[in-house]
């Protein structure tokens, strides 16, 4: 018997950073998914194929020994068959480029608690989602949870480490348009970076918390009253607090300056550091916000927002 489950990518529209100190954020998961489909074996091992390469393992290793990033994975799997003379078999299929900011290591986590999980039982979101979190910490140990949070439940969210997410309930007129540096980052060493940022200059910091605190509950009111041009001011003041962190390079900065061209607003998406880059457009000028970005020869998609979250076969 095998069991599946997608879980979709992700866009931090504001809050990145910020919110592993504590600060609310508001992502939208995209229509780019991750499926798993995970089957028992007789043979008492933990066997993953995807199209970054295999893993093939016995179970009880030390995860710390791993280097691969199939690791939450095995995680998972290892974890799951414990006590139970068993194998398993997973299978990975993305649509979502790796390690850009769109969410493909927690979508991958996502779909691999729920499709792991429910082989031995019916497991409802709220466990899946503490399972995929426990995975992602195997290879970002300090990440604020939002990422698994917007997965796993899909739509546009507010969220923070604190109270956790609640669903905003507005029809999206908006359009993002995705454009990728294809400069791969880690998540964990860009984190790192501005935590040392953040102890040599605690006041700055501090108050580009409260800043980014004030902007997301502006926002939040601007996403009551559809008002796109208000929000785009507000993507582009949010880049400018992701500027002073040190999370920009030259090429990033290029593109944000391509997107604003013909969009209403562009910032970095997740880590930064590399990664991609969104603007914000509606029906008006979305053709010429991907045109602008192509004809530099940027990879640029356009992305709808995901209602479902995470789904299970
Ligand atoms: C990465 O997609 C988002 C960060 O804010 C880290 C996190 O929230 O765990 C940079």
Do not use: W
């Not at 939450?72 to 480029?97: D, H």
């Not at 970095?268 to 969104?278: D, K, L, R």
């Amino acid at each position: 018997m095998e069991s599946k489950a997608s879980a979709p990518g992700k866009v931090i529209l504001f809050g990145e950073h910020f919110v592993v100190y504590g600060v609310k954020a508001i992502l939208c998961s995209i229509d780019k998914r991750i499926t798993v489909t995970a089957e028992k074996i007789k043979e008492n091992k933990i066997l993953i194929k995807s199209n970054i390469g295999n893993l093939e393992l016995e179970p009880n290793k030390d995860i710390s020994k791993i280097k691969s990033p199939l690791k939450p994975f095995y995680y998972l799997a290892n974890k799951i068959i414990q006590n139970k003379n068993i194998g398993i078999k997973i299978k990975v299929e993305s649509e979502i480029p790796l390690g850009v900011g769109l969410g493909s290591s927690s979508a991958c986590c996502v779909a691999g608690a729920a499709a792991i999980s429910r082989l031995f039982s019916d497991t409802p979101k709220e466990e899946i989602l503490k399972l995929a979190i426990e995975a992602e910490k195997t290879i970002f140990q300090n990440t604020s949870g939002a990422d698994c949070t917007i997965c796993t439940f899909g739509g546009i969210m507010q969220y923070d480490k604190e109270n956790g997410f609640s669903k905003i309930k507005f029809e999206p007129k908006f359009h993002l348009v995705i454009a990728n540096s294809n400069i791969k980052h880690s998540t964990e060493l860009i984190v790192k970076d501005v935590k040392s940022f953040k102890e040599k200059n605690e006041d700055e910091f501090s108050n580009l918390c409260k800043n980014e605190g004030k902007l997301v509950e502006d926002v939040l009111e601007l996403l009551k009253k559809n008002n796109i041009k208000g929000l785009g001011e507000k993507i582009n003041e949010n880049q400018r607090y992701l500027e002073t962190i040190g999370i920009s390079n030259e090429k990033i900065r290029k593109m944000i300056q391509i997107g604003k061209e013909s969009s209403f607003g562009a910032k970095i998406t997740g880590a930064g550091g590399g990664g991609c880059v969104f603007a914000l457009t509606d029906d008006t000028n979305l053709n010429e916000t991907i045109n602008q970005f192509r004809n530099k020869n940027y990879e640029c998609f356009s992305v709808k927002i995901d209602l479902e979250g995470l789904n299970t076969f």
